[in-house]
């Protein structure tokens, strides 16, 4: 298995633990994290990593994009 190969299982997995294509959002981020992690243990290129480590965010991103931010009215609520 090439090492792109691998990488894309990881983004498959992260994806799902985020922000998967069918149902709500999971936002199980310690998992995603679990599987970051795994990835930086086991690839040798660090380009892949750092991609790896670009796609965590950006499905972050996408998710705060089409459902907002769940937190904003909890981080507002302090600013008087």
Same mark, same amino acid.
């Given at each position: 298995?090439?090492?792109?190969?691998? @990488?894309? #299982?990881?983004?498959?997995?992260? %994806? /799902?633990?985020?922000?998967?294509?069918?149902?709500?959002?999971? $936002?199980?981020?310690?998992? @995603?994290? #679990?599987?970051?992690?795994?990835? %930086? /243990?086991?690839?040798?290129?660090?380009?892949?990593?750092?991609? $790896?480590?670009?796609?965590?965010?950006?499905?972050?991103?996408?998710?705060?994009?089409?459902?907002?931010?769940?937190?904003?009215?909890?981080?507002?609520?302090?600013?008087?």
């Amino acid at each position: 298995m090439s090492d792109e190969d691998v @990488a894309l #299982k990881y983004k498959k997995a992260i %994806k /799902k633990q985020i922000f998967p294509d069918s149902g709500f959002p999971k $936002l199980n981020l310690a998992q @995603a994290k #679990k599987e970051l992690s795994q990835f %930086k /243990k086991i690839s040798a290129n660090p380009e892949s990593v750092v991609d $790896l480590m670009a796609y965590y965010v950006e499905q972050g991103i996408l998710c705060t994009l089409e459902y907002g931010d769940m937190y904003e009215t909890s981080l507002m609520s302090g600013k008087n």
